[in-house]
């Protein structure tokens, strides 16, 4: 076993990093005087990870939604369900299954221990059964008939389904009611006991905690098990978009639009992440000049977003909200930004933005989920926090102007947009 302390100059902070001898990556990160605790127990697999192999042998493709499928079922077992367990410890626990990775975590401000122990318990104990596989279908697909029915869950899909022609961040991450149709238990095993070696997950715990209490309860329960190599793969995908306009009508008070830009889907470097953090800052927070004229002109309100999207084989950049004119608010986008092309940055705007950036990230650092879940996006993606830190406050303008000419192509994204029947757009 390898402990090695994270340090940062900058947040006059410190983590610890543990290669544990069960192939599991370990994160604590101690806050001295908070009274909460956090914890977040995640594997590199999601619902774009279909077609694998294991090992160098023979493709293997499962059927969509099935990551979420057992995230589903992973909590019960032989002699019960885990949140019946979390319940008498008073911790709050819930989990997640994203494109690409899916995590189970709870919180906590007492009996961090016997909390902690029900999390590595569950997740490294599998528990299926054809009975209990055929009952989840029926909740499952109420839960895909309802995202089927949420307008905001619509548009997003709606515009993945037109930026993508091939990859499987396009498709639902529940699935569809006929794809689950296809799991069986035997399935959940086969997925579970790829993915959910050690060697592919991670574990992060923040707060009121010390690195011998979490070694403690790790040692005793931590099973080791023998690293695989898993190969996953993706059918080609174009540069280009699918599509530039899709709309589908639905029962909303204001049409809601998502304006997605396809970006390289190469894996972002640190520096890059922190240059594109700012240069959307800098283009769409509430202190920008768009977004103030966006406002001004009545196109969007505060629902207005952006965020970066990206993930194995697919990046993008994606501004979206309400809008009574959303081509109209969509046109204005790609107008001031192929006009920051041209024109150049303002260094103030930069600077404000760097600012806004590097506050951001420095005063997550008092949030005990925050942290954990930063840490293992970052880890997931390759990158580390602190390091993170160091690029937004290096970044200049000039990296920032060369990250906006590789990036935020207007000929090649794709607006989608959810109104009523009624509406015009």
């Known amino acids: 076993m390898n402990i090695q302390e994270i340090k940062s100059d900058r947040a006059r902070d410190s983590y610890y990093k543990i290669t544990h001898d069960s192939g599991l990556t370990i994160f604590v990160y101690p806050k001295q005087g908070y009274k ?26 499962v059927p969509d939604g099935i990551a979420h499928y057992l995230e589903h079922k992973l909590f019960e077992s032989e002699d019960g369900d885990a949140f019946v367990r979390y319940a008498k410890t008073g911790a709050n626990a819930n989990a997640y299954t994203s494109f690409e990775k899916t995590c189970y975590l709870f919180s906590c401000t007492d009996r961090f221990d016997e909390s902690f122990e029900i999390l590595l318990d569950f997740v490294q104990n599998p528990y299926f059964t054809a ?76 707060g009121n905690v010390t690195v011998e209490q979490v070694l403690k309860t790790a040692d005793r329960i931590l099973k080791p098990c023998e690293k695989h190599t898993i190969e996953n793969f993706f059918k080609d995908e174009p540069c280009e978009i699918a599509q530039p306009y899709v709309e589908q009508n639905f029962q909303v008070s204001m049409p809601i639009f998502n304006l ?25 927070s509430p ?6 004229s966006l ?33 109209q608010a969509a046109e204005m986008i790609k107008s001031y930004i192929s006009k920051l092309k041209s024109e150049g940055i303002d260094k103030e705007e930069f600077e404000i933005a760097q600012r806004a950036v590097y506050g951001d990230a420095i005063s997550s650092l008092n949030n005990v989920s925050s942290i954990s879940n930063a840490i293992t996006d970052h880890y997931f993606g390759g990158t580390e926090l602190f390091a993170y830190i160091d690029a937004v406050a290096q970044t200049s303008i000039e990296d920032v102007t060369n990250r906006l000419s590789q990036v935020l192509d207007v000929n090649n994204c794709t607006l989608s947009v959810v109104k009523s029947s009624e509406t015009e757009v």
Not at 134 to 144: L, M, N, T, V
Not at 287 to 292: A, D, E, K, P, V
Not at 297 to 324: Q, T, W
């Open 287 to 292: 202190t920008s000049r768009l977004y103030r």
């Open 295 to 327: 406002m001004d002109e009545k196109l969007i309100n505060s629902s207005f977003s952006y965020e970066l999207f990206d993930g194995p084989g697919y990046c993008a950049v994606i501004f979206g909200g309400e809008s009574r004119a959303p081509k």
């Open 260 to 284: 997605g830009f396809k970006e390289s889907a190469e894996p972002l470097s640190t520096e890059q992440l922190a240059q594109t953090d700012i240069l959307l800052s800098l283009l769409a």
């Open 131 to 206: 009975q209990t596989v055929a009952k989840e279908q029926g909740i499952i697909g109420q839960e895909i008939k309802m995202y089927d029915d949420s307008p905001d869950w619509r548009v997003m899909f709606n515009m993945l389904g037109g930026m993508y022609h091939n990859h499987p961040v396009k498709i639902d991450i529940a699935g569809t009611v006929e794809s689950i149709a296809e799991i069986t238990a035997e399935k959940l095993y086969d997925i579970y006991n790829v993915f959910y070696n050690l060697h592919n997950m991670v574990l992060c715990v923040s």
């Open 36 to 61: 909460s605790a956090y914890a977040i127990f995640g594997t590199k697999y999601g619902s774009i990870n279909t077609c694998f192999s294991l090992d160098g042998g023979e493709k293997i493709t």
